[in-house]
């Protein structure tokens, strides 16, 4: 089993910046990959960005390349998403979630997921 937890959601202007941190625990050394989903009201589910774990390949929506940028701690078994130039469209439950194994940008690749922290971007 792995635990995820969430932190670093807010409320921020348009064009303002934030971080995300996710603090892993558990089974650890099972994970293959890490990543950062979201979900907006009325909206499913979508991918944001994944990182191989404990280090390799990196993966971005077209929607967020070039603005937001995943990375990891592997001592602190931590991950981040600092995201910078946020839209309105942003605006959204951001969720933290790790696999064994699969496609990076399914939802259904990832077997463990945290319970989401808040970010709303206001124009």
């Known amino acids: 089993q792995v635990q995820l937890v969430e932190s670093g959601g807010g409320l921020v202007q348009a064009g303002g910046s934030l971080r995300l941190s996710c603090a892993a625990s558990g089974r650890t050394d099972s994970m293959y990959r890490m990543a950062w989903f979201r979900q907006a009201p009325g909206k499913e589910r979508e991918f944001v960005a994944a990182?191989?774990?404990?280090?390799?390949?990196?993966y971005y929506a077209d929607s967020v390349k070039g603005r937001f940028t995943i990375s990891r701690d592997n001592a602190k078994n931590t991950l981040y998403l600092q995201m910078n130039s946020l839209k309105s469209e942003d605006t959204a439950v951001y969720y933290c979630?790790?696999?064994?194994?699969?496609?990076?940008?399914?939802?259904?690749?990832?077997?463990?997921w945290g319970l989401g922290t808040q970010v709303t971007v206001s124009s």
């Open positions: 990182i191989r774990w404990p280090g390799g390949s990196i």
């Open positions: 979630a790790a696999s064994l194994a699969g496609t990076y940008y399914r939802t259904s690749s990832y077997a463990y």
